[in-house]
């Protein structure tokens, strides 16, 4: 007989009685939300000059809500048991220390909701533990199925995006058509909101793309993500940034190794080695007919953080200052970034200086402004502060505390100790790709800074990676010998028989 709740109907009490496989569906759903929502409101500022990005932290917020309430479904049916308890509690811990940060910091508001067109404060940390819990309880194979396409999916359609970017110069946010005054050029963003961010994501979905055409099952899906490999190796060197090499290079080494793992043909080797290809005729394009100086391909990330990223786009910095940096030696830039955080990590180790609140500590004049003003027109007037370090770690410790980054390394770690014992054993498609994802990612997180197109679908792959699909397999074992038990005849009844 069904539950119900001071009886009530069976109808109004469908939590109850849901089934695993049922929220399993609803969880993939979920999960697509977190992998497009952001992406698609962000078509809006793309093809409009007077709207921002804000409308993209709709997207986050949107995703967000739905996820929420799916982790509240995981735990009312105690989905969120056993082995996901600890990592649950230290995701907990993130957002409590994050919350703790929150009250010791400059601005409350920002510290909450997020810098204006960021959008990554303490809400976005919740919506990110919600992602991560029900991508985690997850108990089907075709649930983690599902959002594995949707990460292909998504990094498709910001490519085709791109493509269009690239070649006919349309659906680019006004700062983008020119990179900056020294270089005359265009850089993809497709619809990440930044050519590093969309590099970030594609690396994700590469890798994702390459291990589904090693072992998938499905030839339809292994033809289609062989072509998508190709498409997004092409596009993320025409990102022209660190990690869109190093991402690149990231997902098509999980490929090759992929298909050793899981013992695919060959032949499927050809796969990566054509993602290489790809990326090869990119660079030679990029290099040669699009390249913004006229001696080859180049890397342009310090325009496109500083300049075009954090000063223009979103206001969220003042420009470059050239007398301390060399903003086209991009290791300068990173060494920069990162020696100036380290210093403000040593004056803010134990709360840091509150969620996405590193330009706080920078900002040394007021300018023609009063100390009352909007931040965004504050920091546009202090020359050579940034709000990012691309260094996910560093920016963690800066903004967050000591506290949280090492809580964040304790659950990284254990998601990739979780996931690789549950891929000795089983070498699916499934522990293969989210294996390599999660490590991909945890990597370009060195070179990369947390973003809201990127961050929701990389917290929700760290969840699948404590999703116990080895129940499912047991439960169906024992459902079908129950099953036989039942209709096959007991011994002593046989032997009436005769």
């Known amino acids: ?156 359609l910001n490519a085709v995006i791109a493509m269009i970017q690239i070649f006919t110069k349309k659906l680019l946010y006004i700062s983008y058509r020119d990179i900056s005054l020294l270089v005359m050029t265009v850089t993809p963003d497709g619809l990440s909101q930044s050519p590093i961010f969309l590099a970030m994501l594609l690396t994700l ?16 899906w292994r033809i289609l993500s062989a072509v998508s490999a190709c498409l997004f190796a092409f596009v993320m060197v025409f990102t022209r940034t660190l990690m869109g090499v190093c991402g690149a290079s990231l997902g098509i080494l999980a490929g090759i190794i992929a298909v050793f793992v899981t013992k695919a043909p060959k032949v499927r080797l050809l796969q990566p080695v054509a993602a290489i290809a790809a990326a090869a005729i990119g660079i030679t394009i990029a290099g040669t007919t699009m390249s913004g100086k006229q001696d080859g391909y180049h890397l342009y990330d310090g325009q496109i953080l500083w300049s075009d990223d954090a000063y223009q786009r979103v206001s969220a910095s003042g420009t470059y200052n050239p007398d301390a940096v060399d903003i086209e030696d991009t290791y300068d830039v990173y060494s920069y970034l990162s020696e100036k955080t380290k210093r403000i990590i040593e004056k803010n180790k134990l709360y840091g200086t509150g ?59 254990l998601a990739v100790i979780a996931v690789f014992k549950k891929l000795r054993k089983n070498q699916s498609e499934i522990n293969t790709a989210f294996f390599f994802m999660t490590v991909c990612g945890i990597l370009i997180f060195f070179i990369g800074a947390s973003n809201i197109t990127y961050s929701p679908i990389f917290w929700a792959c760290t969840g699948a990676c404590f999703a116990r699909i080895a129940a499912e397999k047991a439960n169906s074992k024992k459902a079908s010998d129950k099953e036989e038990s039942k209709s096959s005849p007991a011994p002593e009844e046989n032997a009436k028989a005769e």
């Open 205 to 220: 979905s590469l890798t994702a793309a390459l291990t589904v055409a090693a072992c998938d099952e499905n030839k339809k």
């Open 1 to 156: 007989m069904a539950k119900t709740i001071f009886k009530s109907s069976d109808k109004s009490n469908f939590i109850l009685n849901m089934t695993e496989e049922q929220y399993s569906k609803l969880a993939s759903f979920g999960l697509i939300a977190a992998c497009f929502t952001t992406s698609l409101l962000t078509i809006i500022p793309e093809v409009s000059d007077t709207t921002t990005y804000s409308a993209a932290t709709v997207g986050l917020a949107i995703s967000g809500v739905i996820c929420m309430i799916l982790a509240l479904i995981a735990l009312i049916k105690k989905y969120v048991s056993g082995a996901l308890i600890v990592p649950a509690l230290v995701f907990a811990a993130i957002v409590g220390w994050s919350t703790v940060s929150l009250y010791n910091s400059y601005d409350y508001n920002v510290g909450f909701y997020g810098f204006p067109q960021r959008g990554e404060g303490l809400l976005a940390t919740i919506f990110y533990f919600c992602f991560f819990l029900t991508a985690a309880s997850i108990r089907r194979t075709k649930g983690l199925k599902t959002f594995l396409y949707a990460i292909i999916s998504i990094g498709f």
């Open 355 to 413: 969620p996405e609140q590193l330009v706080y500590p920078q900002i040394y004049t007021y300018g023609m402004l009063n100390s009352n003003a909007a931040i965004n027109d504050l920091t546009i007037v202090n020359k050579g502060t940034f709000d990012k370090t691309y260094n996910e770690y560093l920016y963690t410790a800066a903004t967050r505390g000591i506290p949280t980054l090492v809580f964040t390394v304790i659950l990284l770690a």
